[in-house]
């Protein structure tokens, strides 16, 4: 029952990783083009639903799947196929330890855990796992047989090492101020308050991680490995299709993995700031209230703004009709929830598990909210920050970050002995 | 459960540890490895060790043999220069040495009475017992794996870098 | 039932498959693997007595082992790529300078 | 004991000064002479003084010395004695190694630094009370070590020392730690004081196996270590390939450290079956003379001969632990008096090597001819720290070997007295061959003394570092080879507090 209970968790959050890469990638196109102020992929439609774009991730994945595999004959053949396999495998095996809410409480049985595994040594898991992703990397370059490969394998290899040891020295701070490893003991320790978050608790500590952060999983400004104007693509210029993809897919990943620890470490992690869980259960039927009333209100607004911009003719095709694909259900959606709050609204009341699902409900999208930020986050410097000269990195890295983050170790742990 | 679990990863081990000591190219030594520390680090987590599991791969698998990987692609030897196995003395005498070893080792466990495991404290192998132990009792043998790693940090540096 | 008895004894075989290692092989990278393997498989005597015993100085002693390998990691893969740049070769009996 | 709060630090840093001072000292260079113009002289000073008042502190603190074992550091009388044996070897090292490393291009201040941390992991294998700060400090000084091996990193011959050191090493390092793991698993710990309380309880025990398990592990991984046969096969080349300098402080202090553990190990550990045990000694002892001795007999190459010679030596120490069950006391003695003898006379022909090499790393005996005619104080140095080696009185050599022996003999190991001097007597062969080179060797058909011109070749540069070494290993072989009982007195008290205040 409990493996049961866990495989289904597990591919739930599979599949959630999974299905936020295309999402990425759009946002991703997207965010580029408007940076650089210009629309982005617009044009792949089915039936005129453009979807401001979206459909383009579904073609590229369509095309990726079905893309003839190239194996070049000069490649050491088990490393080459394994590399992209284990790229992926440990970009998304550290989800593992993620918790997504609060355990959920109903009656008498045992808590549910809102996450796959609550490890004792969670944050320590999060390092050690991701410590293994620059053999997906290195296997790729050394296999691929290479020179431009070799280099950006060799490259990214000492990149990681040496950004790895800041990482794990910039979140010390945040064991001594939680005394526990547990990431939902972190998540805990840091409460509603907002003030109480770690991202002003520890801000060198944030800093030193994100950096960190954007240098283990190869993006932009530290992309040295691939840099396109120096090493053509780097570890995986040999690869196509799927196995490209799923290098591709790594990367983005990486990045939600990323996200969601910086959202846990230094973000309070499920918490909604200033509303307490407490409060939320205390008022649960008054909280499901406004939750209901704000979504029909949203649809109704969303949708006749999307309503609004139908105009006949401007194509001559399809694609006019779009808004109204989506801009009439949600009017009428909206509408109906509405309605159904005037009739019942005073009726309501929740069963005795309800206000605990409702409470696991809401953090989950506020942790997802928070997650979703941050992947916006690492597109937005992806396209605003230039990229850095090697040697730059490296000295960054020891010179600058690992000082600091052994300097804020040392204040952190001075001001915990004081109090 | 349990014994599923020993014989699976004890076979693992053991199979991976063969096939890293007989592979030609370096680099598959290195993979297999790899593969045989992840089997360590679940045999640790049945013996109670979490903390000591997690460090396992993150200092072996995370660690020592990305350097090694990163070794072997730094010096670049190319599979033509790497010598086909022969065997030589050396290897009938280390086949015998390590059988020999084996049986010795093997014979002198097992005439030990059975000795099943008792029951633990729930947080045995934990983070915090074990943190508390090294900084109080054993701290002075911890500072002095710092003093150990300096000097590793210092020799590696005589020894790596081109120019001093 | 998964005794003491069977931790060491697959422990004493890795720790044999070490020595069968370095006694065999003349990769100098692979003999130093084969001592990581060596030092990997006390730490899981270490640990399974710590686990009969109920005490935690098993832990310990395996967190030194630990910070020992990579020590001599980082040491001897410098030595190996100093050899490497007077002498291009990974062979253990293609080094021998020195007659002995 | 338990909680770390509880320890008096100011004791604690008094105590551990002499092994702290060094280190202190190694950290302070690493720092500060990266922002040096003159730094090399500036390390060789800081080192050598921050060996000088470790020394003195060291003397002091012996002076003073209870049985207090603050965490897992045993300071006792023997201890210090070692810690101070340990920082006289470095001295004299240090005093040669500046003009050596200048000559060689490779004059560093992270020489300096290894050597000093190399004592203070000396310090730890001594002061150890505990098997894992034994280990950790043998760790602390065979990185040092293997790292100083290959310190001529252009050198293909020390870095191939280097990775011969290293590979053994570490292949030793495991084997060590499975004995100590044994040991563990049949004690429950692996404090030495413990231990030795508890061994001959355990042989008898249900853990019997295992400790016998660990016993043997430990002790191939100390063989390894210290060079005894049949685990000495490394030895050679290594010393060979080093730099000169390290060659003597791996010959001298790294031995003398080795022989620090294998006293404390045979008194925690071994003390429970004494007759096996002694067989298992005798063997090794035999072994490692004879192998060391006449291995010794064919070489050409005085750094080699030296190996070889210091093998035979190892046999040499080895013998008196066949006495130790009976007379333990003065087995301690007499082991630290023949390490500090050893040391002595190994530093000073290392030193009188030194003044021979010029950008070359061998010397061959037939470099050597003549030298007691061109420089007859380097060359009487020679002769006496050689005849000192082979033991023949009236040198400290001689003395060491018969207190060596006696403790044989009083205990009924006749037979092992008398291969001890029949290996001495083969001894006096090789180590005559250098003797009668520098007096006869080099001589024109006439016999007529050749002008130094006209040999030219050898060049000797003995600057005044070099030549202080050279005295003071000349003075004190000489003299306490005359008044022996003095020193013999220092040691005893050492050894006899310890080994009362444990019992």
Redesign the interface.
Known sequence: MDYTVAALKTFLIFFVVINIVPLLIWLERKGAAYIQDRRGPNRAAIFGVRLGGLIHSLNDVVKLLFKEDIIPSHVNKPLFILAPMIAMFVATITMAVIPFGDPVVIGSHAPFLLQVADLNVGLLYVFAVSSLGVYGVMLAGWAANNKYALLGGLRSAAQMVSYEVSMGLSVVGIFLMAGSLRLSDIVNQQGANLFHWNIFLQPVAFFIFLAALFAETNRLPFDLPEGESELVAGFHVEYSSMKFALFFMAEYAHIIVGSCIIATLFFGGWNIPFVSSEWIKMNADLVLKILWMGLGLFSVVGGSLLCRRFKKQRYGDLRDFEPLVFGVPGVLTGFGLLGLFAIFGNKVFLPEWGPSVLLAAIQIGVFLAKVLFFCFFFIWVRWTLPRFRYDQLMKLGWKIMLPLALANILVTAWVALVN | MESIIFYAFGGLAVVTALLMVTRQNPIFSAVWLVVCFFAFAVLFLMLNAQFIAVLQILLYAGAIMVLFIFVIMLLNVREEELKPKVLQFSGILGGGAAIYLIILFALGVLKEKVASFPILPADFGYVAPVGKLLFTKYLIPFELTSVLLLVAIVGSVVMGKRKL | ??????????A?????????????????????????????????????????????????????????????????????????R???T???DE????K? | MTNIMNINWLQFADLVSPLGIPLVAGFLMLLITPFLKRHRRFSFFISLASCFIALWLGLKNWAQAQETVIGFLLFDKISFFFVILFLLAAILVLLLAYHYLETMGINRPEFYALILFCVFGMGCMAAGSDLMVIFLGLEIMSVSLYVLAGFHRTNPFSIEASLKYFLVGAFASAFLLLGIAFIYGASGTTDLVLLHQNAAALATGDARLYLMLGLGLLGVGLGFKVAAVPFHFWAPDVYEGSPLVVTAWMATAVKAAGFAVILRAVWALFQWEPTLFNKIIWMAAVLTMTVGNISALLQRNMKRMLAYSSIAHAGYALIPFVAFHEQSNSVVASVGFYLLAYILMTIGAFAVLITLTKEKEEVLISDLSGLGYKKPFLGFAMTLFLISLAGIPPTIGFFGKYFLFIQAIQTGYIWLAIIGVINSVISVYYYLGPVVAMYFGGLSPEGTVPSVDQKGAAPFCSPRAVLAVIWIAFLSVALLGLFPSNLLDFIQISASSWLVALN
């Not at chain 3, 039932?1 to 697959?10: A, Q």
């Not at chain 3, 015993?53 to 410098?78: H, K, N, R």
């Not at chain 3, 080094?95 to 020195?98: F, G, Q, S």
Request: charged fraction near 10%; glycine fraction near 8%.
């Open positions: 039932m998964i005794t003491l008895h069977h931790y060491l004894v697959l004493v075989i890795l720790f044999c498959i070490g020595v069968f290692g370095v006694i065999v092989r003349r990769n100098m990278l692979v003999i130093f693997m084969s001592i990581e393997l060596m030092l990997s498989s006390v730490n899981l005597v270490f640990l399974s007595f710590s686990r009969f015993l109920g005490s935690t100085d098993g832990q310990i002693w395996v967190f030194m082992v630990l910070t020992v390998a990579a020590a001599e990691a980082a040491v001897g893969l410098g030595i190996i790529v100093a050899l490497f007077n002498k291009p990974l062979y253990v080094v021998k300078e020195l002995g």
